[in-house]
């Protein structure tokens, strides 16, 4: 159910938490649930600044009529196409058909293609509504997610709508804005969503903060999680620096195993980090979604993959990996690898090709080891931990 919550003069919340979607454009869990963030400013003109995925629209639709208390929409802000915010504008659309809609040119292309819908008041980077006592003006951030993606920013009270900029997954229950607490999780989550669904887009996302930089923002109001209003520099200096790639020292060690082999390979390489005192995450690629993995391959400043060799090609699972890491990132790490074969192999060879690929080059030494590893292919694992963990310590003392 939808509790309507004020979040500036005449503007309010009019969001809905989604607790039964187990993955997010699927393909990303959400153990902690996700929210749609719609707003709705009730002024002398009553304006809606996006919508929900439509399998909520039922409670949506609801909530919205009992704040309305018979008042009409006039106009809707669409900030995103995408369903998640979107779904629910053809039954927007029937409600209130003289409801003017606003968005850019690519705006007015993706709803006639997804809803057979015209944007009505069409407009660029910079433009404004000019409403009795408040101007809401709209800034084009395009590939931050889509390429329609734009914002709002309310002149009158300084409050940004920032799309799924500065947004993050898990319900806002325990807090809707950020002076009732942020969760310890959220910051995490905050950089799993990043690193998920905008991270491909980071050099946009740095632009876009530039360009938002000099507007004096009180609120942010993104279209997921949680809104900040006692200090909105904290989520754009979290996002800032994950956009500009600032990664952190640190060690990320992901392997596929099925016999164990590899495995052992992993916790010696695993040894050899720690002898450095770097922080490690260790992940099992099989068992540990990718969604976390491209989080902490985001991160963290090293990265060393293993697995071992599966009907001539490298495991499938670790492939998943290789296909779902943002490209290029392999060069801006330091990258480890490491593999194992019984007959010709391929895995360590298919994981060299990637590296090349991204323009990347592993640290020496590339472990590659038939069936069981003696004591010198162990003693090589745990200097190829040793040897990228140093170079991640001094590449973030430069
Ligand atoms: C289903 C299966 C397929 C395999 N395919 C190949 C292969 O095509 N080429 C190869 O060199 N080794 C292949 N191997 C051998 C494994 O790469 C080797 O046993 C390795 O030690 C497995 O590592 P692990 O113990 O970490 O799972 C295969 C093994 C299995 C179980
Ligand atoms: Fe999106
Ligand atoms: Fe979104």
Same mark, same amino acid.
């Given at each position: 159910m939808m509790q309507p919550t004020l979040i500036a003069d005449q503007t309010w919340w009019v969001g809905l938490n989604d607790r039964k979607t187990d993955l997010f454009e699927g393909l990303w869990p959400l153990p902690r649930g996700v929210s749609y963030n719609s707003y709705l400013i009730l002024g002398e003109k009553v304006v809606l600044l996006d919508t929900v995925k439509v399998t909520m629209a039922g409670a949506y639709l609801a909530g919205l009529d009992r704040l309305l208390n018979g008042r009409k929409v006039d106009y809707l802000i669409t900030h995103h196409l995408e369903p998640d915010h979107s779904g629910s504008i053809s039954l927007l659309r029937q409600r209130w058909p003289e409801m003017k809609i606003i968005g850019n040119k690519k705006t007015a292309e993706f709803l006639r293609e997804m809803h057979g819908i015209e944007v009505d008041m069409p407009i660029g980077d910079g433009d404004a509504l000019e409403l009795p006592g408040r101007t809401l003006r709209f800034y084009l951030t395009p590939m931050v997610h889509w390429p329609e993606t734009m914002m709002t920013? #309310?002149? *009158?009270? %300084? +409050?940004?709508?920032?799309? #799924?900029?500065?947004?993050?997954?898990? +319900? @806002?229950?325990? *807090?809707?804005? #950020? #002076?009732? %607490? @942020?969760?310890?999780?959220?910051? &995490? &989550?905050?950089? !799993?969503?990043? *690193?998920?669904?905008? =991270?491909?887009?980071?050099?946009? +996302?740095?632009? =876009?903060?530039?360009?938002?930089? %000099?507007? %004096?923002?009180? +609120?942010?109001?993104?279209?997921?999680?949680?809104?900040? !209003?006692?200090?909105?520099? !904290?989520?754009? !200096?979290?996002? &800032?620096?994950?956009?500009? &790639?600032?990664?952190e020292t640190g060690v990320l060690v992901a392997f596929g195993s099925m016999y164990e082999h590899t495995e052992a390979m992993a916790e010696v390489v695993a040894a050899g980090v720690r002898d450095e005192g770097v922080t490690l995450r260790m992940y099992d690629v099989s068992r540990r979604h990718v969604s976390y993995i491209i989080r902490d391959a985001w991160r963290y400043g090293g990265l060393i993959l293993g697995a071992p060799t599966y009907d001539t090609k490298l495991f499938p699972m670790m492939q998943h990996v290789l296909n779902s890491l943002p490209k290029g990132l392999a060069a801006r790490r330091t990258l480890g690898l490491f593999g194992n074969y019984g007959w010709v192999g391929g895995a360590v060879k298919t994981m060299q090709a990637w590296t090349e690929e991204q323009g990347g080059k592993p640290v020496e030494p590339i472990v590659e080891v038939r069936f069981r590893p003696d004591d010198d292919n162990l003693q090589q694992c745990r200097q190829l931990g040793q040897n990228v963990a140093q170079e991640v310590k001094k590449r973030q003392n430069n």
């Open positions: 920013f #309310d002149e *009158s009270n %300084g +409050t940004l709508f920032s799309c #799924d900029a500065f947004g993050g997954f898990g +319900t @806002v229950d325990q *807090s809707l804005f #950020d #002076d009732q %607490g @942020v969760p310890a999780w959220y910051e &995490d &989550d905050v950089l !799993r969503y990043f *690193s998920n669904i905008v =991270a491909k887009y980071a050099p946009m +996302t740095h632009k =876009a903060i530039g360009k938002l930089g %000099g507007l %004096g923002i009180k +609120t942010i109001a993104p279209s997921h999680g949680i809104i900040w !209003r006692q200090d909105p520099l !904290r989520i754009v !200096r979290i996002y &800032d620096r994950w956009s500009q &790639d600032q990664w």
